[in-house]
Structures are given as C-alpha cells and as structure tokens.
C-alpha cells in the first residue's frame, strides 16, 4: 500500500508496460463481439447548439426524477470561447444548452456533477491554457440547478473531480478522484472532503511503477465498508485500463495495475448497479475513440463481460458518465463525433 498523505484546510465563501511485475493482472470473461443494444433508448441531448465542438459530458439525477447533463463546448477545445453548457431532461425532452459557467479569455474543461451529503448539487470544472496549468473551480445549486452559486476557485494543488463522479461514502465524505498531467508525467490521486467546500486532504499519488507518463481520469467504486476500487485511463505506454485498491475509505492505496481490457488513451467511467454488478463504460480498442463498449463484472472489477457496443462506426465516441437512477434504470452520456452529446438509457434487465 502507499499513502503519501498531506492534509489541506481552507474556508469557503460557501460554508508501456514492459516485463510487468506487479500485482496479477485481471481477466475478462466472456470475450466477445457483441452486437450494439437490441432495445436501449438513445437520443442526442440536443440537435443544433451555438457551438461547433463539444465534448465530456457528465450526467446527474434530479430530485423530481429528472436529468441534468453538463459538457464543455466553443469553438475548439482548448479555446477562449469554450464554456460550460448544461441541458435539463424533463418528461418533456432536453432543453436547449445555456451556459452554465464561463472563465473570461481562457478555456473551461472536464465538468462534473455530483452531490455531498446534504443534497447539495455540485458543479466541478477546470479552467485553463491545457491540462497542465489548469485551475479547478466549484459552483454550487440550491433549486436542482436553476441558478447556481458564483464560481470558487479552489487552491492550487486542489483540482476536484478530474472527470468522473466522486463518490459518497456513507459517513458523508466525498472520495473525488483527480489526476496531474504534468510535461513529463501523469499521475492519479484522491481528494477527500468530510465538509464540501471548507476543507480537503489529498491522497496518493496512484500510479504503475516504472511508467512515468501512465494513467489519469479514476473512475472510482465502493465495494462496502471501507473498500474502493478505481479504473482509470492509461496511455499507449500500458494500452490497458488499470485499477488500484483502497481498504480505508481512499486514505491509502495500492500500486495500479492492468486488466485485460483495453485502453486506447481515452476516458472511462464505472457504475456499481444496486444490485452489486459493475458497469464499464469505455473504448474496446488499442488505436482511436470507436467503438465505444459496456463491460459487466460480478466480482467487484475481478473478471468482465463485454456485453454491448454502444457506438461502432468510425469517428470519436468518447469521454463517457455513468449513473444508476432512482428507478434502477442506467443512463450514459458521451461525446458523439465532437459535435453533440448522447444520452443513453438501458435497464438493469439488459445487462448480463
């Protein structure tokens, strides 16, 4: 196990893997190449919108039993003009993208939705030049995102959920996983909060040994009590989703190491269903961003079944957010061509 640990306390406004050694490497089961979804719904989040790119969507439920769904978008990614957009799902359809949040003559990136323990609706996102010399920034909601608070840029060091969902433990602290792309280097951490918003300890660093530029973007699960597991995104170096191990709560944790499902340097999300499966959501290929697939395991992440490609043809089908709604049925949102975001519902019942 590993736990370089420092804590960090502020207040708020707002109250290549070669010759590998190390930990055994997972299997899939049930290898195969299935056919797309037979019944699933799919719809885009919206047809046309006042931007030519978009990309990494994110997805949270309602308190009515609705959908928010947040992505960043503008001319390019990386530019000036790109903001943060939000669309609503209500029994109407998805209303038309506003902006949400908006950094003045920089870029804004990777948002996330997610709630602390007292319901509190949360919005993460970056801001910056690249990935390197990004700033993160929180914005909060009281009215199921309506209006949203002014923006709080966090301290430097600190960035939030990278990309996915944190996750809820049941003592009320928030496990966010995040990650550091630096010139020369990537590595994973986790950012722990038993306040949201007043103070954070930060964890790690996570990473496979003796690869420098490894992995970024932990999708992180609760297996019960105070066990947690991460899959996370790796480059061409490992060409695997990894996954490491925490026994306390995200406090410490161990090497990360490959499974047996590939990775081609794009961003993946992971769901643990009510009744104790695992869904992954990511791209089945070595090279690209298509096909975009799902993966199941009945065995907290040991062994998977990739059951369904949700996208095949050649293009970019990328960056995906998984959730498990309060009516059990499973949603997913993705970039589809860098043009539009899709949305995604399946059952419990279509998944092995």
């Given at each position: 196990?590993?736990?370089?640990?420092?804590?960090?306390?502020?207040?708020?406004?707002?109250?290549?893997?070669?010759?590998?050694?190390?930990?055994?490497?997972?299997?899939?089961?049930?290898?195969?190449?299935?056919?797309?979804?037979?019944?699933?719904?799919?719809?885009?989040?919206?047809?046309?919108?006042?931007?030519?790119?978009?990309?990494?969507?994110?997805?949270?439920?309602?308190?009515?039993?609705?959908?928010?769904?947040?992505?960043?978008?503008?001319?390019?990614?990386?530019?000036?003009?790109?903001?943060?957009?939000?669309?609503?799902?209500?029994?109407?359809?998805?209303?038309?993208?506003?902006?949400?949040?908006?950094?003045?003559?920089?870029?804004?990136?990777?948002?996330?939705?997610?709630?602390?323990?007292?319901?509190?609706?949360?919005?993460?996102?970056?801001?910056?030049?690249?990935?390197?010399?990004?700033?993160?920034?929180?914005?909060?909601?009281?009215?199921?995102?309506?209006?949203?608070?002014?923006?709080?840029?966090?301290?430097?060091?600190?960035?939030?959920?990278?990309?996915?969902?944190?996750?809820?433990?049941?003592?009320?602290?928030?496990?966010?996983?995040?990650?550091?792309?630096?010139?020369?280097?990537?590595?994973?951490?986790?950012?722990?909060?038993?306040?949201?918003?007043?103070?954070?300890?930060?964890?790690?660093?996570?990473?496979?040994?003796?690869?420098?530029?490894?992995?970024?973007?932990?999708?992180?699960?609760?297996?019960?009590?105070?066990?947690?597991?991460?899959?996370?995104?790796?480059?061409?170096?490992?060409?695997?989703?990894?996954?490491?191990?925490?026994?306390?709560?995200?406090?410490?944790w161990t090497d990360a190491?490959?499974?047996?499902?590939?990775?081609?340097?794009?961003?993946?999300?992971?769901?643990?269903?009510?009744?104790?499966?695992?869904?992954?959501?990511?791209?089945?290929?070595?090279?690209?961003?298509?096909?975009?697939?799902?993966?199941?395991?009945?065995?907290?992440?040991?062994?998977?079944?990739?059951?369904?490609?949700?996208?095949?043809?050649?293009?970019?089908?990328?960056?995906?957010?998984?959730i498990q709604s309060s009516?059990?049925?499973?949603?997913?949102?993705?970039?589809?061509?860098?043009?539009?975001?899709?949305?995604?519902?399946?059952?419990?019942?279509?998944?092995?």
């Amino acid at each position: 196990m590993i736990g370089f640990r420092y804590g960090l306390s502020y207040g708020s406004p707002w109250g290549c893997l070669r010759g590998w050694t190390l930990l055994a490497v997972l299997t899939i089961t049930g290898f195969s190449f299935p056919s797309a979804l037979s019944a699933p719904h799919s719809e885009f989040v919206f047809e046309s919108a006042p931007f030519a790119s978009c990309h990494a969507a994110t997805l949270v439920e309602t308190e009515d039993r609705g959908l928010l769904a947040a992505w960043f978008g503008g001319s390019v990614e990386g530019a000036p003009d790109v903001a943060i957009w939000m669309s609503r799902k209500t029994h109407k359809g998805w209303t038309p993208p506003e902006v949400v949040a908006r950094e003045d003559g920089v870029a804004t990136f990777n948002p996330v939705l997610f709630r602390s323990a007292n319901r509190v609706l949360w919005l993460s996102y970056k801001f910056g030049p690249s990935p390197t010399s990004w700033t993160g920034a929180l914005k909060s909601s009281a009215d199921e995102g309506k209006t949203w608070s002014a923006s709080f840029q966090l301290p430097a060091g600190l960035y939030g959920p990278i990309k996915n969902k944190p996750v809820l433990l049941p003592d009320g602290t928030l496990v966010a996983g995040t990650s550091v792309e630096s010139h020369k280097a990537w590595a994973c951490w986790v950012e722990r909060t038993v306040d949201p918003g007043r103070s954070w300890t930060r964890h790690g660093p996570i990473v496979v040994p003796r690869v420098a530029k490894g992995i970024i973007q932990p999708a992180i699960v609760h297996l019960g009590g105070g066990r947690l597991r991460m899959f996370v995104r790796s480059t061409a170096a490992i060409g695997r989703v990894c996954y490491a191990d925490s026994s306390d709560g995200g406090l410490t944790w161990t090497d990360a190491a490959p499974l047996s499902l590939p990775n081609p340097n794009s961003g993946i999300d992971a769901v643990k269903l009510r009744d104790g499966r695992l869904v992954l959501v990511y791209n089945h290929a070595t090279t690209g961003r298509s096909p975009l697939n799902l993966a199941v395991s009945r065995d907290d992440g040991t062994t998977w079944e990739r059951f369904a490609d949700l996208e095949t043809e050649p293009g970019e089908y990328s960056y995906p957010a998984i959730i498990q709604s309060s009516d059990d049925a499973v949603h997913v949102v993705y970039t589809w061509q860098r043009k539009r975001i899709k949305h995604v519902t399946l059952t419990p019942q279509d998944i092995p």
